[in-house]
Nanobody
Framework: VQLVESGGGLVQAGGSLRLSCAAS????????MGWYRQAPGKQRELVAA??????NYADSVKGRFTISRDNAKNTVSLQMNSLKPEDTAVYYC??????????WGQGTQVTVSS
């Protein structure tokens, strides 16, 4: 499975960005998709995920970020509003097949200036 991300960049605090990820090459269909992030010196953490069972968000982004998915196109998006400097990180798309393992995108940098 290949994941291609787009939409990162530099934005001022309070601004918005939208990340998108397109998945291709899945043989068994994709169940769960999500976004993780990793800031310098920190562990990779879940930001938001979406599956047949619903959505879940990290507490730090609830009410500011919204994850959505287009099953027909195998894409997942993350709308990020009211961005804060602490949201600065490399954001990674993740996809998990119904049968098999999980896959990661190459990462896209999000930088929020104060």
């Amino acid at each position: 499975v290949q994941l291609v991300e787009s939409g990162g960049g530099l934005v001022q605090a309070g601004g918005s960005l939208r990340l998108s990820c397109a998945a291709s090459g899945s043989r068994f269909g994709i169940n769960r998709m999500g976004w993780y992030r990793q800031a310098p010196g920190k562990q990779r953490e879940l930001v938001a995920a979406i599956s047949d069972d619903g959505t879940n968000y990290a507490d730090s982004v609830k009410g500011r970020f919204t994850i959505s998915r287009d099953n027909a196109k195998n894409t997942v998006s993350l709308q990020m509003n009211s961005l804060k400097p602490e949201d600065t990180a490399v954001y990674y798309c993740y996809a998990e097949e119904r049968i098999g393992g999980g896959y990661w995108g190459q990462g896209t940098q999000v930088t929020v200036s104060s």
